[in-house]
């Protein structure tokens, strides 16, 4: 994970849902479980925090940029002013 970008943008996408987390197994067995039922594991439970309570986001038409965007970046859902 040590080759992953920081400060970067490196992708657009459409934000389709959020759903809440309902159960959480991290110690047990690692996975998440969504209210609508959606099972959280391996390398995707690995890049979140799927505690109980808190939200996943369901994206569509994620496209990479070819060229990553320097941004100082938000905690929390933002749009970027500048030209992608």
């Known amino acids: 994970m040590s080759d992953l970008p920081i400060g970067k943008i490196i992708a657009k996408t459409v934000l389709k849902d959020c759903i809440q987390v309902k159960e959480s197994n991290i110690c ?3 996975t998440a479980i969504l209210e609508d039922n959606t099972v959280i594991k391996n390398h995707e439970l690995a890049f979140g925090d799927y505690t109980e309570g ?5 994206l569509s038409n ?18 970027y002013k500048g030209d992608i």
């Open 62 to 79: 994620i496209k990479l940029l070819k060229n990553p965007i320097s941004a100082k970046g938000q905690q929390r859902i933002w749009n």
């Open 54 to 58: 808190r939200y996943a986001w369901r």
């Open 28 to 30: 047990i067995s690692p």
